[in-house]
Each structure stands twice: as C-alpha cells, then as structure tokens.
C-alpha cells in the first residue's frame, strides 16, 4: 500500500518529465492517431488532499521556522559536537556518528574526519509509510526502537517510551554505573569526570540508577516507572509539544503550555521550581565538601591501576578533602579513596546536577534520593 502511493507520487514526477521530452522538440506533421489503451487499474483512495498536505509539512514556510529555531538550540552549536570524532564519543556527539550507529549498531571504529552537529538528518531519515490515515504520521523520525542502557553494567534495562522520544534516548543515557565497593571495601574514584555523565535525564525520569546500599533510608525510594511524567508524558511531549511559534519544538526549551495540562494556573517559572528540594541539595553539596577521603596515585601493578598514599609513617592516609568541590562555577568529583557511603551521596548530588532539571523529571525520585543521601551524611 505504501508503496503504491508512493510510486503514484514518482509517476506524477516522472510524467512531467515525459511530457517536456515530447512537445519541446516536435519535428514533421502529426501521425493519425493510435487506438485506446487498456485503463488502468483503479488506484486506492488517497488521504484527502495528501498532496497537499505533503506539501503543506515540507514547504519553506513550514521549515523555515523549524531551521531558525534548531540553528539556535544546543543541538545545532554546543560546544560538545567538537568531541565526536573519537568512536568512544561519536554516537551520541557527532552527526554521522549518530547515523551509523542507529543504522548499522556500531560507529566507525577508527573514529571520523570531521564531527557535526546534530542536524535535520541526524533524528529524520525517511517516512516509515504514506499511509498516514492508517498507519500515522511518523515525521520520518530516524528511529522510534526501545533503547538499551548501554553503558551500565550493573543495571540492564531497555526504555521504550512507544514514540519518538525513543529517539532521545540514544543519547540522553548515562555512561556510568553507581559506585560499588572496589578497593578494600570502600570506592576508588579516578576519573576527574567521574558522574553520570552529562545526559542521565532518561535514568532520573524512569526512577533509575540512584545509590542508596549503606544508607538506612529515611523516605522510601519510588519504584522505577513510577513517576507521573514518565506515566503521562516522555521527552518530546514537554519538551517538543506546545509550542504556538513554528519551530514545532525545535529548541526542545520546554515550552511550558504542556504542563497546564496537568498543572492549571500554575505559571511555568514557579512550578518548575521546588525550593526545598534545591535547599536540600545545596546542603548536602556543603557537607561534601568537606569530606575527608585518601590520595591515591597511579601504579600500573596495582589492581584498578592506583594505590592509596600513606604520610612517611606509613600508616596515616595522606587526606583529600572534599569528594566534589565547587570551581568556576561548576561542580566537579575528586579523585581518591573514599568510603562507599559518601560517594554514594556524592553519586546521587551528581546524578542530579548532570540531569540539569533540578529534578523535575522525577520529583519524588529525586527527592527520596538527595534526601536520604542528606540524611545519611548528617
Ligand atoms: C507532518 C509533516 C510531514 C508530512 C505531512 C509529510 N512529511 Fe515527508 N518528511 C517530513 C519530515 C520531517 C522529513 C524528514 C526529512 C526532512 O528534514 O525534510 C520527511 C522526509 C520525507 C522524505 C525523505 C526525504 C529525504 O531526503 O530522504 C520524503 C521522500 C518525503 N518526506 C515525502 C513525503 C510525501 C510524499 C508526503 C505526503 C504523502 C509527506 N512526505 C508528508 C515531514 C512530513
Ligand atoms: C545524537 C545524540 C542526541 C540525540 C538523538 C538527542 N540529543 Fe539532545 N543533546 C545532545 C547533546 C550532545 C547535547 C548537548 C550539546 C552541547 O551543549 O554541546 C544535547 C542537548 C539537549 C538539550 C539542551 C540542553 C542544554 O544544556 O541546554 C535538550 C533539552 C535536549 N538535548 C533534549 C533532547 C530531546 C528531547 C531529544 C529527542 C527529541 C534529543 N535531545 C535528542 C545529544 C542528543
Ligand atoms: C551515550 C551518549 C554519550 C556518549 C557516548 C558521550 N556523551 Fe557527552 N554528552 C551526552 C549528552 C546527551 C550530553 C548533553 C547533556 C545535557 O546537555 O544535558 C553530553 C554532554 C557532553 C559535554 C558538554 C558538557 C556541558 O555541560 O557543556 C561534553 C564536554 C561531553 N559530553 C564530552 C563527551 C566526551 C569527551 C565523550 C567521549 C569520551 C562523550 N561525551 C561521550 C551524551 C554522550
Ligand atoms: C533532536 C532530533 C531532531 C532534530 C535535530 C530535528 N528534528 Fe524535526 N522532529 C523531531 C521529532 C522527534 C519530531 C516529531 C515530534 C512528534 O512526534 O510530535 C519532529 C518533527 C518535525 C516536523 C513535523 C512538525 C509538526 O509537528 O508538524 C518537521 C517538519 C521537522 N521535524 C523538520 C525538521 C527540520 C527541517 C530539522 C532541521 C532544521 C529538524 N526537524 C531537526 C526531532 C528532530
Ligand atoms: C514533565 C516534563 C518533562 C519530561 C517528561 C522531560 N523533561 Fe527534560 N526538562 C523538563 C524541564 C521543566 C526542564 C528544566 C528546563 C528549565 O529549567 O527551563 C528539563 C530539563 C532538561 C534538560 C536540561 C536542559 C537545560 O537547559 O540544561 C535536558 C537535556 C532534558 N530535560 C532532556 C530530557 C529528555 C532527554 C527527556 C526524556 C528522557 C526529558 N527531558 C523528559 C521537563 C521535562
Ligand atoms: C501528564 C501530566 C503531567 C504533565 C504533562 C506534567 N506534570 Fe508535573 N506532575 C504531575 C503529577 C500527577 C505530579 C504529582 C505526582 C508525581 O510527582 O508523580 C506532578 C508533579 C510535579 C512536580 C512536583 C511538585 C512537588 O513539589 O512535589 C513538579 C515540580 C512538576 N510536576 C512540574 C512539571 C512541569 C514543569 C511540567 C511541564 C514541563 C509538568 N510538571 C508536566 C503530572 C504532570
């Protein structure tokens, strides 16, 4: 049936064409004319006006808004697009990257010349039908598949929001698990980047990788799925829909008009924000600061790769205090040996300050997470 339609539109093209080759060079008088064809097969009906409305969804007018606004957003000019030529960073920070791994499940192993941003053709390929009457418009999104977290090993899961915010989740997925007891029973931390990475929001909003196993919990924890906003909505409904300027969502700002739905009267700048919940993280962010854990150095014949430093005794720990610190304006881990209850904490203050929506993705799962971290550090 697709395919049909889609033949039909190719012969209007190609008929076009046709008709330019016989009139433009006629030589000589007409000849009589030929007998009748046979007729054609009925053709199926057809969308009412689906030309038109084909027409309608890839004029400038539509697209024109929809380019401004993407050559705007962070997916068109943040600074990380920069970072995708390597193959461990190209999946999800380079244009080309994102394709071949969508379509083939692997990226370049030797890594590419050049690194673009995400544009039109990263998320869009090509309409799955034209029968959009049954079959729904699809936009031609590039992928609408359940998605694996990739990365984890301790959490095996696949997210499947049963539209195109399945998209999204290919790259808005974390990069690492929560800590675990690696050295003599407390956390080895080496990593200056250590944290969920930069795009844990699909983890928060599913109700996933928060660290609590020494905490004695003083809320309990949400159970994955949970959450109203993973229930009601998925990415692109709070952060594509609503939008009344053109660009059908194409900054992906949440524009606000979608949560009246579900939140009436309340204004958007309010109701994104939980005062407490930010207090709270705050306060904890403070404590670990002052957390006291234990160099380390590199040994290559070390297990892990490092090794705890002693003062010249050999028995006192030489201190690292703080297991994140606050620096131009960002929050950053530090590298030590640390007991498994703080770095637990400090996971969970990182988990929320890399999802970046000061947790409105779960409210409650990131409430129970900084609370019961707060409470375990006090
Ligand atoms: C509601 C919007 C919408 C409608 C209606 C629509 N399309 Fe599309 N179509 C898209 C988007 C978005 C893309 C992604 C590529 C892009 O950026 O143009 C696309 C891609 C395509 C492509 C692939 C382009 C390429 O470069 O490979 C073809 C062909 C196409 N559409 C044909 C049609 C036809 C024929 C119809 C009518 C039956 C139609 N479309 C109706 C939104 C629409
Ligand atoms: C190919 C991977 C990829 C896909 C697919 C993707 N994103 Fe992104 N997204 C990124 C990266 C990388 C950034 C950060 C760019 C930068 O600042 O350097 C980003 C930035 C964003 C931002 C802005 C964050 C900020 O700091 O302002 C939002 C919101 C967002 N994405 C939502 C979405 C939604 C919703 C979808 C699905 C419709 C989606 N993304 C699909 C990789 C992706
Ligand atoms: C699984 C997908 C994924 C992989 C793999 C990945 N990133 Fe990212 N990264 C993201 C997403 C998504 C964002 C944007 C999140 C946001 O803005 O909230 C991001 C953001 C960033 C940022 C911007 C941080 C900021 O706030 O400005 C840098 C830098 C970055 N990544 C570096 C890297 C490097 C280097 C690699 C490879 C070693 C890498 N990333 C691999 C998904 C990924
Ligand atoms: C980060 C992924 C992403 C990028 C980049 C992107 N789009 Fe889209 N676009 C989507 C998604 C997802 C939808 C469908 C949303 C839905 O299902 O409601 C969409 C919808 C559309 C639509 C249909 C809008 C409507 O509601 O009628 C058009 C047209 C479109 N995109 C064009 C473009 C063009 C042109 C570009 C490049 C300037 C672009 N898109 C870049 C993800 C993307
Ligand atoms: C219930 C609505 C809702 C859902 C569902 C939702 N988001 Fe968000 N998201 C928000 C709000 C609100 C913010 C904070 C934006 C602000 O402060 O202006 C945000 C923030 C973000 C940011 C950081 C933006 C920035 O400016 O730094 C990213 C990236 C993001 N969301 C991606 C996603 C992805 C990917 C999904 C799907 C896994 C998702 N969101 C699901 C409402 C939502
Ligand atoms: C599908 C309906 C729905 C949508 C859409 C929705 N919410 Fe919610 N939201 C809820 C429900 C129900 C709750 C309370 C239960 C829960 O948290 O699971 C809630 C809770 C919240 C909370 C926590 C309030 C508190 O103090 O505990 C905040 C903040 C919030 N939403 C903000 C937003 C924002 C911002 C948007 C739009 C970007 C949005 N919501 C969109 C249904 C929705």
Not at 177 to 195: E, V, Y
Not at 229 to 256: L, N, V
Request: charged share 20%; aromatic share 8%; proline share 6%.
């Amino acid at each position: 049936m697709k395919n049909l339609k889609l033949l039909g539109y190719l012969m209007v093209f190609a008929s076009a064409f046709l008709c330019v080759q016989c009139t433009s060079d006629a030589i000589g008088p007409p000849g009589a004319d030929g007998k009748d064809g046979i007729n054609g097969i009925d053709g199926v009906d057809g969308v009412d006006g689906s030309a038109a409305s084909c027409i309608a969804c890839h004029s400038n007018e539509k697209r024109d808004p929809i380019i401004l606004a993407w050559s705007g957003a962070k997916h068109a000019i943040g600074g990380s697009w920069a970072r995708g030529k390597s193959a461990r960073c190209a999946e999800c920070h380079n244009n080309e990257g994102f394709i071949d791994f969508i379509e083939t499940g692997s990226v370049n192993p030797d890594g590419y010349g050049a690194s673009n941003p995400l544009n039109c053709n990263g998320c869009h390929g090509s309409h799955r039908s034209f029968d959009f009457e049954t079959d729904g418009n699809d936009y031609a999104v590039r992928t609408l598949d359940a998605v694996p977290l990739r990365n984890l090993e301790n959490i095996d899961y696949t997210i499947d929001y049963g539209n195109a915010s399945n998209t999204c989740a290919n790259c808005h997925q974390p990069r690492t698990d929560a800590p675990t007891a690696n050295m003599d029973g407390k956390f080895l931390q080496t990593s200056s980047h250590w944290g969920p990475h930069h795009g844990p929001q699909t983890a928060l909003l599913e109700g996933l990788l928060g660290a609590y196993s020494t905490f004695t919990l003083v809320e309990a924890i949400p159970p994955v799925q949970d959450a109203a906003h993973r229930q009601g909505a998925s990415c692109i409904e709070c952060h594509m829909g609503g939008t009344t300027d053109g660009s059908d969502g194409h900054t992906w700002t949440p524009a606000g008009t979608n949560c009246a739905t579900c939140h009436p009267g309340v204004p958007f700048e309010e109701l994104k924000v939980m005062p407490d919940l930010i207090a709270d993280w705050e306060a904890l962010g403070a404590i670990l600061e002052t957390v006291v854990g234990q160099a380390i150095i590199e040994d290559s014949t070390a297990v892990g790769g490092y090794i705890p430093v002693f003062e010249d005794d050999g028995v006192t720990p030489v201190p690292v205090v703080g297991i994140v610190h606050f620096e131009d304006g960002e929050w950053h881990p530090q590298v030590g040996l640390f007991d498994l209850k703080d770095a637990e904490a400090a996971w969970n203050f990182l988990y929320f300050y890399e999802d970046k929506s000061d947790g409105v993705h779960n409210p409650d799962y990131a409430k129970a997470i900084i609370a019961n971290s707060l409470a375990a550090m006090q």
